[in-house]
């Protein structure tokens, strides 16, 4: 991303970007893989395990997460002059077995980092401005585990999910045993979603996620 990108504003009110239209790597289709390089971005994230319906520490972790990127938000309008759309929640997901995926999905066994995205231009001095007003009156309640990082995944499979989560598990086989190894491929990293509808809100049945694998070359060059 580049700051031309961003129009200028109006009559002194500053454009609101919405990353779901501007960023390539949002980009996918129901029912077709896409290999994509996605560039190095940095995130808020909040790492945890266990089963995400259940777990304590899931609904804390989000509860957590968007306080921090709403205060970054407004700092960026009232400070930078620079307006944009909380981008969506992301995770990474893995497992020592990743059967657990595809398969039986033993959710027990699986761990996670949540993860919204932090826009290019935001410095350290605003993110670390936003952690403290965040904390100020009632902390969050997993403000102590919240980092942020860059994430590069470089090469990438994807594809956009309809429906509840648990019937990932067939477009994800497919994806894992028949797509990326007939490409020549194999997964390289974790497995990553990117959830364009509120799950707290939304019926499972139209819940919109995007399903991204990072993968690497199997020839020698």
């Known amino acids: ?3 031309d990108a961003f129009p200028d504003s109006v009559e002194g009110v500053p454009e609101k970007v919405d990353f779901k239209k501007t960023l390539d790597s949002y ?10 390089d996605v560039p190095a971005m940095r995130y808020l994230m909040i790492d945890g395990s266990g089963d995400p319906n259940s777990t304590p520490q899931f609904a804390a972790s989000i509860e957590t997460l968007y306080p921090v990127a709403y205060k970054l938000k407004f700092a960026s309008s009232r400070e930078l002059g620079r307006d944009y759309v909380v981008p969506p929640l992301e995770g990474l997901w893995w497992a020592d077995d990743m059967s657990t995926f595809t398969g039986a999905r033993d959710k027990g ?13 935001i410095g350290e001095d605003l993110l670390d401005a ?3 007003e965040a904390g100020a009156k009632k902390p969050p309640p997993r403000l102590a585990d919240l980092r942020t990082e860059s994430l590069d995944e470089g090469s990438c499979v994807q594809t956009l999910h309809h429906g509840p989560f648990d019937d990932e598990g067939p477009v994800l086989a497919e994806m894992h045993d028949r797509f990326i190894p007939d490409n020549g491929l194999r997964m390289s990293g974790r497995h990553h979603e ?4 509120d799950f707290r809100r939304v019926a499972p049945e139209k819940l919109r996620t995007l399903l991204r694998q990072p993968v690497e070359s199997t020839i020698v060059p």
């Open 1 to 3: 991303m580049s700051g």
């Open 27 to 36: 980009k996918a289709r129901r029912g077709q893989f896409r290999i994509l």
């Open 109 to 121: 066994r699986w761990s996670w980092t949540l993860m919204l995205m932090v826009p290019e231009w």
């Open 130 to 132: 936003a952690v403290r």
């Open 194 to 197: 990117i959830y364009f509808s």
